[in-house]
Nanobody, 115 residues
């Protein structure tokens, strides 16, 4: 079994920054692909940024140049540094880890960008 826990969400003004953290634990015996996704009410969950087991990154066009995903393999942790936040970034942010073909999700953390 694998557990995923996100932290770091909150309320921030437009133009501000937040750093999200995601820690995976449990039956982990290697380095696995991880990623951040977000969802707003009434819309499908969308990919924000992903990072492979060899640290190859991929970003949605809407966050390129503003968000940075990184990982600490020793801690099974992935981070999302979010800069120049916009009201459109408001969403629940979820972390996912893919282990042997199965997806494990966290409970989500709310990010609200508002003045």
């Amino acid at each position: 079994q694998v557990q995923v826990v996100e932290s770091g969400g909150g309320l921030v003004q437009p133009g501000g920054s937040l750093r999200l953290s995601c820690a995976a634990s449990g039956s982990l015996f290697g380095v696995y692909p991880m990623g951040w996704y977000r969802q707003v009410p009434g819309k499908q969950r969308e990919s924000v940024a992903t990072i492979s087991s060899v640290a190859t990154t991929n970003y949605d066009d809407s966050v390129k140049g503003r968000f940075t995903i990184s990982r600490d393999n020793a801690k099974n942790t992935v981070y999302l540094q979010m800069n120049s936040l916009e009201p459109e970034d408001t969403a629940v942010y979820y972390c996912k880890i893919k282990v042997l073909g199965r997806d494990y999700w966290g409970q989500g953390t709310q990010v609200t960008v508002s003045s």
